[in-house]
């Protein structure tokens, strides 16, 4: 009976934890705190409004950004990195399990603040349709990621995410592209971060991808078999 008990306790204790990956938080629009999205916001911006913004285009191999694929801190367990004409381009072999890997930091040195409300811009080619993660903050607690399905376009594409209300300050932010759901060489062109508290947005509509995708607490895509805790959307459930 107390060993039951101590179980249903730590059961209990699981749930109520933040949903936590390696080195982001996965958060939805329904949370109270940093409102994530792709949106069909109309937004006019100026070079004022822009906080952060890189161009990689013609970027040589010597100066490409800190990319970590699954397995280890360096290039090589299931992919590739290399410089490209048009970009830096981002070759999977083979799925992880994990979304988030690999993840390459393609835009940083740049602050947030809290409440604030802000559009990650990156222009990419991507080789085939698949669930995209765009992860935005700092290493430190301040960070975000919102995870949605893209389908490819055979060329490059400008994929938007709204952070609104950001939940907390984030000094050296970043912003992660993170790619491990998509077989073969994605193409990242240009990054850029958008104060949208001094352009001119006019609105905001939230397309809500509907999901049935479940993850382990590792972070690893698994099936309806699983037995456990698993997250579904950002939020965690028992699955029995």
Known sequence: MIRAAMMLMIVALLLLAPVSGKCQTTVTA??????????????????????????????E????????????????????????????????????????????????????????NYRVEVVAKLPCDGQLQINLGDWNANYFLYDFPVEATGDFQVITCDFLKYGGDASNSHVLFQCGDFIGTSIVKSVKVINLDTSGIKGVKYIKPATSAIYNLNGQKVDASYKGIVIRNGKKFLQK
Not at 75 to 94: C, L, M, R
């Open 30 to 59: 329904e949370d109270s705190v940093t409102q994530i999205g792709v949106t069909t916001a109309e937004v006019e911006y100026s070079d004022a409004d822009i906080i952060a913004e890189k161009d990689w285009t013609g970027v």
């Open 61 to 116: 191999d010597d100066d490409l950004p800190w990319i970590q694929f699954a397995g280890e801190e360096s290039i090589g367990f299931n992919g590739s990195a290399a410089a490209d004409p048009e970009g830096i381009a981002i070759t999977v072999n083979e799925k992880s399990g994990l979304l988030w890997q690999p993840q390459a930091n393609v835009l940083e040195d740049f602050d947030l603040e809290a409440d604030g």
